[in-house]
């Protein structure tokens, strides 16, 4: 868990981080967005204590951070910036098994965590274990520095804009392994992006800020629902909000048992989003849609007065 | 693979062979140096000392240059570390006024506290050799790319770790090409050794002047381009070559 309590930082006269109170607990994914500047890289530097806070208290599993000494420290949180900074005269292999070097595990064993790493991000080990950062493609460093960020295991997770880099497939399918990672080790991430799409997906708080202040945070519906300002408003997506609300809410969500009507050609399945939901409608030119399982069976039926929220009664919606 | 090896060490091994061949075998040379000093009674500087001045030369640039790096490279990493930072402009204007200083001067004025011999000379080339290489160093080190710094740092690995594996193998090509030009500028600065007694490849040259012998001069100079020659082709092989 990490706890921050108004906590401050200033660079000279400027205040780049202005008293700010956030607590991610564990198993929790906080995404911090927020216009450029406005103090999100600062704050993760602070937590893994490249720069030191000014004012405030920072605690990390209860106990303040200048208990700890910052390299142990640093060593136990996972850390992936966006320009990755891997080390170029370093082969691929190299520059994930850093920190599991660091802490002294038998070659053996870091040997056997940087392939199953490399697996887990698609990298063939036979293809890149002994490339240099330099032979690698921006989205192939970033995935490079997300496995050097997950190689020891860290309960703690800092993500500095890791996917900036990606094509949309690669992107999704991190974000995919992210939040399976996240659901299945229960690690606390704090997690930077400007895609707020990504954002939305992923986070369990989401947190706003703005000239180094947090504006609001909270969950991604409350925000897009009930948005506490205009700026908090336009950065969400502005009139964009509610197809970024379908887009996190799932058709199951929304749908009805099947009635006895004759269930439409057009289907979707049940863990589709309600904005995939209105793509099919559009695409098929329909009203309803069939919602199926994993087997395209038949589970239930949606329509666009559903989608639109207009026939639930009472407002079921969490 | 033997093929490859003898074609990137051939300019060093050419260079090498010419400089020993020359040293040893002078004799050879005779009509050549003859046809450049014909009145002269004697055109070859005796034999057996060329080699034993090439010896001589290659000795003291080396200690020089050996203390010049120990020390500069030294010095620039303290500068560079977070409690030498204070340091850093003293020591760069240190280094540059060490090459600033005429090292003929630097000569004169350590005669009287060394006496003559080799070791006024190698004070004068440490000096002056030492601005090279702690530019360059400087240089290196500043010159990192801050966010391999972040992750080095972000990564939990310590200051002596930073240093050993990150900072100074990625500084080494600029440190090396100072510490390449410091050692053959060195190598041609040596030879004014001679006017203080140093016994090296400066002493054919300044007997050459005293004598109005161009043959002698002509001896010692080639010797010192080839040296010169030879340790900077070596130097360039020096670096590995990676992608
Ligand atoms: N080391 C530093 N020295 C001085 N000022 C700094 C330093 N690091 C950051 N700042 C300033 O602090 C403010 C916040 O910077 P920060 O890097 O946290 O922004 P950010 O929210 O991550 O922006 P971006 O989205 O562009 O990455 C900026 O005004 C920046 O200029
Ligand atoms: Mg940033």
């Known amino acids: ?318 | 693979m033997s093929m490859a090896l003898l074609t990137r060490w051939s300019a060093p091994l050419v260079w090498l062979g010419l400089l020993l061949a020359l040293a040893v075998g002078g004799e050879w040379l005779e009509p050549l140096l003859r046809w450049s000093e014909p009145e002269a009674r004697r055109v070859l500087y005796p034999q057996a000392d060329l080699l034993t001045l090439l010896l001589r030369h290659v000795q003291v640039v080396a200690i020089a240059s050996g203390l010049a790096v120990v020390i500069g490279v030294g010095a620039a990493i303290l500068v560079t570390r977070p409690g030498g930072r204070d340091f850093l402009p003293l020591v760069a204007q240190f280094a540059s006024m060490g090459q600033t200083f005429p090292p003929v001067a630097v000569l004169a004025l350590a005669v009287p506290v060394l006496g003559f011999g080799t070791w006024p000379i190698i004070v004068a080339l440490l000096l002056y050799g030492l601005l090279p290489i702690v530019r360059n160093t400087l240089a290196g080190l500043e010159g990192l790319d801050p966010a391999i710094e972040e992750a080095a740092r972000g990564m939990g690995m310590g200051g002596g770790q930073r240093l050993w594996q990150v900072e100074l193998p990625l500084a080494a090509p600029i440190i090396l090409a100072g510490i390449r030009t410091s050692v053959t500028v060195n190598i041609a600065t040596a030879a004014l050794g001679a006017t203080v007694g140093a016994s090296n490849l400066g002493a054919p040259i300044i007997a050459g002047i005293v004598n109005g012998n161009t043959a002698y001069i002509l001896q010692g100079a080639v010797l010192i381009g080839l040296l010169a020659l030879a340790v900077d082709s070596l130097f360039s092989r020096l670096l590995p070559a990676r992608q």
């Not at chain 1, 198993?27 to 530097?45: D, F, H, N």
């Not at chain 1, 180094?212 to 909270?218: A, L, P």
């Open chain 1, 1 to 318: 868990m990490i706890e921050l309590k108004s906590v401050t930082k200033r660079f000279g006269g400027e205040t780049a981080v202005d008293a700010i109170s956030l607590t991610v607990n564990r198993g929790e994914l906080c995404a911090l967005v927020g216009t450029s500047g406005c103090g999100k890289s600062t704050t993760l530097r602070m937590i893994n204590r490249l720069i030191e806070h000014d004012g405030g208290e920072i605690h990390i599993d209860g106990r303040p951070i200048r208990e700890f000494d910052g390299r142990i420290l640093r060593r136990r949180i996972g850390y992936a910036i966006q320009s990755t900074g891997l080390f170029p005269h370093w082969s691929v292999a190299r520059n994930i098994g850093l920190v599991p070097r660091l802490l002294k595990w038998p070659a053996a064993r870091v040997g056997e965590r940087v392939e199953e790493l490399m697996a887990l991000l698609g990298l063939p080990v036979e293809q890149f274990a002994d490339k240099y950062p330099s032979q690698l493609s921006g989205g192939q460093a970033q995935r490079v520095g997300v496995a050097r960020a997950l190689a020891a295991d860290p309960d703690i997770l800092l993500m500095d804009e890791p996917f900036g880099a990606l094509d949309p497939i690669t992107r999704e399918g991190l974000q995919g392994e992210l939040r399976d990672l996240q659901s299945r080790l229960q690690k606390t991430i704090v997690f930077v992006t400007h895609d707020m799409d990504e954002a939305l997906a992923l986070a369990d708080r989401l947190v706003v800020m703005n000239a180094g202040r947090i504006v609001q945070q909270g969950r991604p519906l409350e925000l897009l629902r009930a948005p506490a300002d205009d700026f908090v408003a336009s950065l969400l997506g502005g009139d964009d909000r509610g197809l970024k609300e379908a887009a996190i809410t799932r058709v199951a969500e929304r749908m009805q048992p099947l009635s006895l009507r004759l269930l439409p050609q057009a289907r979707v399945h049940r863990d589709a989003t309600l904005r995939q939901a209105l793509a099919v409608m559009f695409r098929e030119h329909a009203d309803r849609l069939a919602v199926i399982d994993d087997e395209a069976l038949p589970v239930g039926e949606l329509s666009l007065r559903r989608i639109v929220g207009a026939g639930r009664e009472g407002g079921s919606d969490t």
